[in-house]
């Protein structure tokens, strides 16, 4: 989550002299090039059928749903931190999502960590927030977001699993990029000028690739709920980098928010072990895993 933290402070700086969607554009075109390269040398086998189609789906939630939201946000004056603080809810939304959609119940470590999540979120960014009265309709951009990645993760944790998740990023970002093109012709074209933007704009493609290609492979190996929890460490990280790449002090709140985002982190990430290794002590190791698998997936028939 340090990328995804790293990638908020670059795309402001990056915003400051290039249009938001014509900026997404670039990223997912540059993107799709990257990952056909990696995709061939890996030799990834491509879905097909609904799997596909369920990839496809996914993908537009995870990188279009997630990014347009933000990239306006960002570029109509909402700061990284307010940014931050809304995607960083998603340990708290897949959390409702999973329980409402799949019918999990969350064990008392899996809550605590959430809460833990939460005030990490809160503690880090709430000073920022309250101080930037700047948010108007830009809520409902970002929540957006935060809904779409939310969903997309719990799609993928639970239909892609057999996916890669370097196959599973290329099929979002080539279903991505065209609403970025659609919507890059809505606005005023700014594209980069000089050597220095196209070299930011090098690094929020690179780190960018790294950050959602390893988040996918986490969701793939954990879950969506495991995974989220992760997003608790983007408001006190972004903090870290804006104070790196923007120069803006980084607060006690700032630290502490990373702080209780790291804890939350390793309890959420130790909870699943436990559990697998006392239902294997139990006997019942095999009939939960039956249970689970006779769940029908998101996207496919019951």
């Not at 095999?286 to 996207?299: E, K, Q, T, W, Y």
């Amino acid at each position: 989550m340090t990328l995804y933290a790293v990638n908020y402070a670059l795309t402001s700086l990056a915003l400051r002299t290039t249009s938001p969607f014509l900026l997404l554009l670039l990223r997912f075109a540059l993107s799709v090039l990257v990952l056909l390269v990696v995709c061939a040398l890996l030799r990834t086998p491509v879905p097909r059928g609904r799997l596909l189609a369920a990839a496809a789906g996914a993908g537009l939630l995870s990188q279009a749903g997630q990014f347009v939201g933000t990239y306006w946000a960002l570029g109509h004056g909402v700061g990284a931190g307010f940014t931050a603080l809304v995607i960083a809810m998603n340990p708290v939304v897949t959390a409702l999502l999973s329980r409402w959609i799949l019918r999990r119940r969350a064990s008392r470590r899996a809550l605590l960590s959430t809460v833990l999540g939460a005030a990490a979120v809160i503690v880090a960014c709430l000073p920022a927030v309250l101080a930037d009265p700047r948010i108007g309709p830009t809520i409902l951009a970002v929540g957006g977001s935060l809904l779409a990645v939310s969903l997309g993760a719990l799609w993928q944790g639970r239909s892609l699993r057999r996916v890669h998740p370097a196959m599973f990023t290329l099929i979002g970002v080539v279903v991505s990029t065209p609403v970025a093109g659609a919507l890059a012709l809505t606005e005023p074209a700014r594209p980069p000028a000089g050597l220095a933007s196209w070299s930011l704009l090098g690094g929020i493609v690179a780190i960018g690739l790294g950050g959602t290609v390893l988040y996918s492979a986490l969701v793939r190996g954990v879950g969506a709920d495991a995974a989220s929890i992760l997003f608790s460490v983007i408001p006190a990280a972004t903090a870290v980098a804006a104070l790196i790449v923007l120069g803006e002090p980084l607060s006690v709140a700032g630290v502490a928010g990373l702080v209780l985002g790291a804890a939350a982190s390793a309890l959420r990430l130790g909870d699943d072990r436990p559990l697998a290794a006392r239902s294997d002590r139990s006997g019942n190791g095999d009939d939960a895993r039956a249970r689970v698998n006779s769940i029908p997936a998101l996207g496919e028939p019951g």
